[in-house]
Each structure stands twice: as C-alpha cells, then as structure tokens.
C-alpha cells in the first residue's frame, strides 16, 4: 500500500550498503513489437522516510541500465519505460534499489510491473 492505494507490489528495501536486486528472465515472444516496461514506484505507507533522504530506483536488462528515478515520495508514480530488445530471447530484468542517504525506512516498492507491446499476427 502506497498512498492508500494497495496493489500488487515487489519489495525492495536496500540494504545498509549496496543495492537490492530483483531479477527475472523473460522470454520474449519473436511477433512482438513496441515493447513498453510498465511499472510503478513509491515508499509503503508508514514509512518515516525524512525529506532529504531518497531512494535510487533503476531499471537494468541484460546489464544494461534503461531506466532510473530517485524519489522519496509516499504515492504510486506510474512509468512506461520503452525497451529496445531483442524480440525471441530470453532477457533478464533487473529492478535495482538503493538508498542515497540513510536506509532507514526506505521501504522501497515496485508496483504492477508488466511487458506490454503489440503482436504482428
């Protein structure tokens, strides 16, 4: 819950030092095309998250980073990130968090993260 607003989420507080790391591997069908990594973030409600203290969210696929935000903020901010991929593979996404200043409450979360993208049937 984000802001009042519940949904489906990934946890992702980081660590004291370093970066949490969630990672999936995809396969992503050959038809599809127009790939967009749809997604939220924000801070769980009942964090005591201090103004000044931001997490580094950031978007990884094979490696390679395609996105990042830093935020603090205790409401869903919603993103569709468009991807470059190649389409017939298996890819691996990494959803990264790490905290710019104190890990303290920095409960990090990943909302509703989807690949969306149009068929060539």
Known sequence: TVGGASRPALW???PVT???VIEYYV???QQVTDIHLNLAIGIRDGAQVSENNLVAFGVRINGI???GKQSNEQNWQNHSIPLNITTGDMVRFEFTTETLGNHRWTWAVWGNPELT???NE
Do not use: D, I
């Open 18 to 20: 370093g970066k949490a």
């Open 117 to 119: 993208g149009k068929t």
């Open 27 to 29: 396969p992503v069908p």
């Open 12 to 14: 992702a507080h980081p």
């Open 65 to 67: 980073r395609v996105w």
